[in-house]
């Protein structure tokens, strides 16, 4: 019990390191960009739902990509698949993030 304790302890050191590290240089796209980025997706979409987090993210845990996560406040329904958010990327490039049952429990 004590191990698992202790892998979990590590487990959660570890990701702040990595999120710090994401973090530590200024992003090649400002977070102003990104919101503005997310905001225009919805709406171009006739999207109802509302941006409830957007958080700057390695797309890997060692020297992966930085990009910036944008989550919705519920799934969007596009291509029969539930949309729960957006990966942008520093060029701006944009990728849809779609999931079964991560939000709300659909």
């Known amino acids: ?12 050191l570890c990701a702040v390191t990595f999120t710090a590290g994401a973090a ?5 796209l400002p977070i102003e960009k990104a919101l503005q980025l997310a905001q225009d997706y919805l709406k171009r979409n006739n999207a109802k ?24 406040s519920a799934p ?3 291509d029969g698949k539930p949309e729960i958010g957006l990966e ?9 993030v779609v999931g079964r049952g991560a939000l709300n429990g659909h």
């Open 1 to 12: 019990m004590k191990t698992l304790h202790l892998f979990a302890a590590i487990l959660a």
């Open 24 to 28: 530590e240089k200024a992003p090649a």
């Open 49 to 72: 739902p509302a941006i409830v987090a957007l958080s700057l993210e390695r797309s890997a845990l060692l020297g992966g990509e930085v990009r910036w996560y944008a989550k919705w």
């Open 76 to 78: 969007v329904q596009r």
């Open 88 to 96: 942008i990327s520093m060029d701006g490039t944009l990728t849809r």
